[in-house]
Nanobody, 130 residues
Framework: QVQLVESGGGLVQAGGSLRLSCVAS????????MGWFRQAPGKEREFVAA??????????YYADSVKDRFTISRDNAKNTVYLQMNSLKPEDTAVYYC?????????????????????WGQGTQVTVSS
């Protein structure tokens, strides 16, 4: 079992920045692929970013809507994954969820789907005002 706890959400003006954190416990963190998803009111959950662990090392993957604005990173010594969000827009307003999986998939696109992840945090609210 893996427990995930997010923090760092809040209210920010458009153009501002926030950094979300997700602390993992219960399993060797360095072996986990970590992802961030978000869900806005009345909308389906959507993929934001992933930091994928493979035998060749780690690689990042972003949704087009956040590419060049958001950065996912991890600190294995702290069992923590981060999501640095810059140039925030009102449409980024959502509850952000951290997710983890120990399963490897051949297709990168699989990691954009929620079903790929076995473990989820409780979410943290991000609100961007215009």
């Amino acid at each position: 079992q893996v427990q995930l706890v997010e923090s760092g959400g809040g209210l920010v003006q458009a153009g501002g920045s926030l950094r979300l954190s997700c602390v993992a416990s219960g399993r060797t963190f360095s072996s986990l692929t970590m992802g961030w998803f978000r869900q806005a009111p009345g909308k389906e959950r959507e993929f934001v970013a992933a930091l994928i662990i493979s035998w060749t090392g780690g690689r990042t993957y972003y949704a087009d809507s956040v590419k060049d604005r958001f950065t996912i990173s991890r600190d294995n010594a702290k069992n923590t994954v981060y999501l640095q969000m810059n140039s925030l827009k009102p449409e980024d307003t959502a509850v952000y969820y951290c997710a983890a999986t120990s399963t490897s998939f051949n297709s990168l696109s699989t990691y954009t789907q929620g079903r790929a992840y076995a473990y989820w945090g409780q979410g943290t609210q991000v609100t961007v005002s215009s």
